[in-house]
């Protein structure tokens, strides 16, 4: 789970573009409305800085000029649209959508599809029908609608996911927590030794722990127990399943393995 949710910061690589070049180019035409302060590429139109990649059928940026601290005036842009088979790569992660946005001077970027995916050859994917948002200014990242995490150890099941991010002692942007929250459908966590549900969630990737509230049930080889809390140290893969003063025990039913 420490893995996969990394790859979010792949919107926040493309988004630092304030201070950087943006080359734009596309197989057909590009058009500029100089009045409207605008420029649209058709045709598998692409957007580039340094090592950020963003494609997409048309791409439409927006600019203006913006007094630089030396006295002089830069045209610089503000809004970047992409629609259409919306590929973004940054690194070794990539994104796939419908639409993708970002506000530079917001610091918000938004990809969004059916499904709005992230993908990591090495940590792995998070998919969204709905959207997945950087807040910039906030730190953080929201996936909404049937959110499914993925990796080769862990899945988990979500209609919202909200990831916090920080900086390390050398000043390194980290993930700090993650939120999971459930709709109609609980929260669910599955791996290949037992599968989890509730109603919400938080992961600490520091400490690499999973806690799962409300309305717990931990399935097992066919065992099952029910609590109104359960944690997960994810590095001994040892779970505990606990009551609070609201439930008052915790249930379990066991069965005989036949041999």
């Given at each position: 789970?420490?893995?996969?949710?990394?790859?979010?910061?792949?919107?926040?690589?493309?988004?630092?573009?304030?201070?950087?070049?943006?080359?734009?180019?596309?197989?057909?035409?590009?058009?500029?409305y100089q009045d409207e302060q605008k420029i649209i590429a058709i045709?598998?139109?692409v957007a580039v800085r340094e090592n950020a990649t963003l494609k997409g059928d048309i791409l439409t940026a927006l600019y203006e000029k913006v007094q630089l601290e030396d006295g002089t005036q830069?045209?610089?842009?503000?809004?970047?649209?992409?629609?259409?088979?919306?590929y973004l790569k940054m690194q070794d992660a990539s994104?796939?959508?419908?639409?993708?946005e970002y506000d530079l001077p917001l610091q918000k970027a938004t990809l969004t599809g059916s499904p709005a995916a992230l993908e990591n050859s090495k940590f792995g994917k998070v998919s969204a029908t709905n959207s997945i948002t950087y807040y910039g200014a906030e730190n953080k990242t929201i996936a909404i609608g049937d959110v499914i995490a993925q990796n080769p150890e862990y899945t988990v099941y979500a209609d919202k996911m909200i990831s916090y991010f920080d900086e390390d002692k050398q000043g390194k942007k980290r993930l700090n927590r993650v939120?999971?929250?459930?709709?109609?459908?609980?929260?669910?966590?599955?791996?290949?030794?037992?599968?989890?549900?509730g109603r919400r969630g938080?992961?600490?990737?520091?400490?690499?722990?999973?806690?799962i509230f409300e309305n717990v049930v931990m399935e097992q080889d066919g065992n099952i127990l029910k609590g109104d809390y359960a944690e997960t140290d994810l590095n001994t893969g040892i779970s505990?399943?606990?009551?609070?003063?609201?439930?008052?025990r915790v249930t379990g039913v066991f069965h005989n393995k036949k041999k």
């Open positions: 789970m420490k893995k996969y949710l990394i790859l979010l910061l792949t919107l926040i690589a493309f988004g630092n573009a304030q201070a950087q070049n943006i080359d734009i180019d596309a197989d057909n035409r590009i058009e500029w045709g598998n139109a830069k045209t610089q842009i503000q809004k970047i649209f992409s629609d259409g088979n919306v994104g796939s959508g419908s639409h993708f939120e999971i929250y459930a709709d109609e459908q609980p929260v669910k966590i599955v791996n290949n030794q037992a599968t989890v549900t938080t992961y600490f990737p520091i400490e690499n722990k999973l806690k505990r399943l606990l009551a609070t003063q609201k439930q008052g």
